[in-house]
Protein backbone atom coordinates (compact mmCIF):
# COMPACT_ATOMS: atom_id res chain seq x y z
CA UNK A 1 0.00 0.00 0.00
CA UNK A 2 1.37 3.23 -0.78
CA UNK A 3 2.38 6.03 1.62
CA UNK A 4 -0.54 8.34 0.28
CA UNK A 5 -3.07 5.59 0.61
CA UNK A 6 -2.07 4.75 4.44
CA UNK A 7 -2.05 8.53 5.25
CA UNK A 8 -6.12 8.79 3.78
CA UNK A 9 -6.95 5.92 5.80
CA UNK A 10 -5.23 6.72 9.16
CA UNK A 11 -6.88 10.48 8.68
CA UNK A 12 -10.48 9.00 8.23
CA UNK A 13 -9.78 6.32 11.40
CA UNK A 14 -8.46 9.56 13.24
CA UNK A 15 -11.49 11.42 11.71
CA UNK A 16 -14.15 8.61 13.64
CA UNK A 17 -11.96 8.08 16.58
CA UNK A 18 -12.09 12.22 16.85
CA UNK A 19 -15.66 11.99 16.72
CA UNK A 20 -15.99 8.97 19.12
CA UNK A 21 -14.37 11.12 21.46
CA UNK A 22 -16.10 13.75 21.26
CA UNK A 23 -19.41 11.55 21.83
CA UNK A 24 -18.25 10.41 24.63
CA UNK A 25 -17.06 13.83 25.97
CA UNK A 26 -20.59 14.96 25.13
CA UNK A 27 -22.35 11.70 26.66
CA UNK A 28 -20.35 12.18 29.79
CA UNK A 29 -20.52 16.38 30.39
CA UNK A 30 -16.91 16.14 30.16
CA UNK A 31 -14.60 18.01 27.37
CA UNK A 32 -11.57 18.62 29.94
CA UNK A 33 -8.00 17.46 29.12
CA UNK A 34 -8.45 14.89 32.02
CA UNK A 35 -11.09 13.74 29.55
CA UNK A 36 -9.15 13.33 26.99
CA UNK A 37 -6.11 12.08 28.22
CA UNK A 38 -8.45 9.47 29.53
CA UNK A 39 -9.15 8.70 26.25
CA UNK A 40 -6.16 8.31 24.90
CA UNK A 41 -5.37 5.57 27.63
CA UNK A 42 -7.89 2.66 25.60
CA UNK A 43 -8.14 4.21 22.13
CA UNK A 44 -6.44 5.67 19.12
CA UNK A 45 -2.80 4.56 18.41
CA UNK A 46 0.30 7.12 18.94
CA UNK A 47 0.58 8.36 15.13
CA UNK A 48 -3.28 9.36 15.39
CA UNK A 49 -3.19 11.26 18.75
CA UNK A 50 -2.04 14.10 17.24
CA UNK A 51 -4.37 15.14 14.55
CA UNK A 52 -7.12 14.07 17.74
CA UNK A 53 -5.54 16.53 20.08
CA UNK A 54 -5.77 19.07 17.39
CA UNK A 55 -9.39 18.28 16.98
CA UNK A 56 -10.05 18.30 20.57
CA UNK A 57 -8.31 22.26 20.92
CA UNK A 58 -9.87 23.19 18.16
CA UNK A 59 -13.56 22.47 19.62
CA UNK A 60 -13.05 23.39 22.94
CA UNK A 61 -11.50 26.87 22.44
CA UNK A 62 -14.17 27.45 19.67
CA UNK A 63 -17.31 25.32 21.27
CA UNK A 64 -19.75 28.49 21.40
CA UNK A 65 -19.29 29.14 17.89
CA UNK A 66 -19.29 25.91 16.50
CA UNK A 67 -22.25 24.81 18.88
CA UNK A 68 -24.17 28.05 17.74
CA UNK A 69 -23.65 27.67 13.81
CA UNK A 70 -24.61 23.87 13.89
CA UNK A 71 -27.72 25.30 15.92
CA UNK A 72 -28.32 28.25 13.29
CA UNK A 73 -28.12 26.33 10.63
CA UNK A 74 -29.88 23.22 11.58
CA UNK A 75 -33.56 24.47 10.78
CA UNK A 76 -35.43 24.45 14.05
CA UNK A 77 -33.43 21.90 15.64
CA UNK A 78 -31.98 22.36 18.70
CA UNK A 79 -28.52 21.10 20.11
CA UNK A 80 -30.35 18.88 22.63
CA UNK A 81 -32.62 17.28 20.72
CA UNK A 82 -30.28 16.55 17.56
CA UNK A 83 -28.77 12.43 17.71
CA UNK A 84 -25.20 12.59 19.44
CA UNK A 85 -23.41 11.19 16.57
CA UNK A 86 -24.58 13.52 14.33
CA UNK A 87 -23.57 16.23 16.67
CA UNK A 88 -20.44 14.98 17.57
CA UNK A 89 -19.56 14.12 13.39
CA UNK A 90 -20.71 18.20 13.11
CA UNK A 91 -18.01 19.67 15.61
CA UNK A 92 -15.26 17.27 14.77
CA UNK A 93 -15.82 18.69 10.79
CA UNK A 94 -16.63 22.33 12.05
CA UNK A 95 -13.45 22.08 13.98
CA UNK A 96 -11.36 20.85 11.32
CA UNK A 97 -12.27 23.08 8.41
CA UNK A 98 -13.21 26.52 9.96
CA UNK A 99 -10.71 26.47 13.42
CA UNK A 100 -7.68 24.16 13.24
CA UNK A 101 -4.53 25.99 12.72
CA UNK A 102 -3.73 23.93 9.64
CA UNK A 103 -7.53 23.16 8.01
CA UNK A 104 -8.69 20.40 5.91
CA UNK A 105 -11.03 21.73 2.98
CA UNK A 106 -14.44 22.41 3.39
CA UNK A 107 -15.51 19.96 0.56
CA UNK A 108 -13.34 17.08 2.02
CA UNK A 109 -13.95 17.77 5.69
CA UNK A 110 -18.22 17.83 4.33
CA UNK A 111 -17.65 14.42 2.95
CA UNK A 112 -15.83 12.59 5.55
CA UNK A 113 -18.42 14.08 7.80
CA UNK A 114 -21.06 12.30 5.77
CA UNK A 115 -19.76 9.15 5.19
CA UNK A 116 -19.31 8.80 9.42
CA UNK A 117 -22.05 9.95 9.92
CA UNK A 118 -23.61 7.08 7.34
CA UNK A 119 -21.11 4.44 9.00
CA UNK A 120 -22.10 4.86 12.69
CA UNK A 121 -26.00 6.51 12.56
CA UNK A 122 -27.77 5.57 9.08
CA UNK A 123 -28.17 7.37 6.07
CA UNK A 124 -30.49 9.64 7.62
CA UNK A 125 -28.12 11.21 9.69
CA UNK A 126 -25.44 11.34 6.50
CA UNK A 127 -28.07 13.40 4.91
CA UNK A 128 -28.83 15.77 8.07
CA UNK A 129 -25.08 16.50 8.68
CA UNK A 130 -24.51 17.31 4.72
CA UNK A 131 -27.69 19.64 5.10
CA UNK A 132 -26.57 21.24 8.28
CA UNK A 133 -22.35 21.72 6.93
CA UNK A 134 -23.34 22.45 3.79
CA UNK A 135 -25.51 25.35 5.32
CA UNK A 136 -22.58 26.13 7.49
CA UNK A 137 -20.08 26.34 4.52
CA UNK A 138 -22.66 28.50 2.17
CA UNK A 139 -22.84 30.89 4.63
CA UNK A 140 -19.47 31.27 6.41
CA UNK A 141 -18.50 31.95 2.29
CA UNK A 142 -21.01 34.58 1.94
CA UNK A 143 -19.74 36.08 5.31
CA UNK A 144 -16.44 35.88 3.64
CA UNK A 145 -17.09 37.74 0.60
CA UNK A 146 -18.79 40.54 2.53
CA UNK A 147 -15.72 40.96 5.33
Same mark, same amino acid.
Given at each position: ? %??T?C @???? /??? +?????? =???F??? +? =?? %?FS????H???? #?????????????? #?? *?????S??I %?? =?? !???????? $? *? /?????D $??????A *?? !??????????????? @??????????????????VN??LG???K? /?? =??????
Amino acid at each position: M %DETKC @NKIS /RIK +ARELAM =QMLFAMD +A =QK %DFSAEAKHRFFE #HFPPQDQRGYIDAV #HT *AYIENSRGI %DA =QI !EESSDNWR $L *A /RMGRVD $LAVMRVA *AA !ECWYMSEPTPQNIAI @NEAVNVARKFAGDDSASFVNGVLGKIAKG /RE =QWEENK
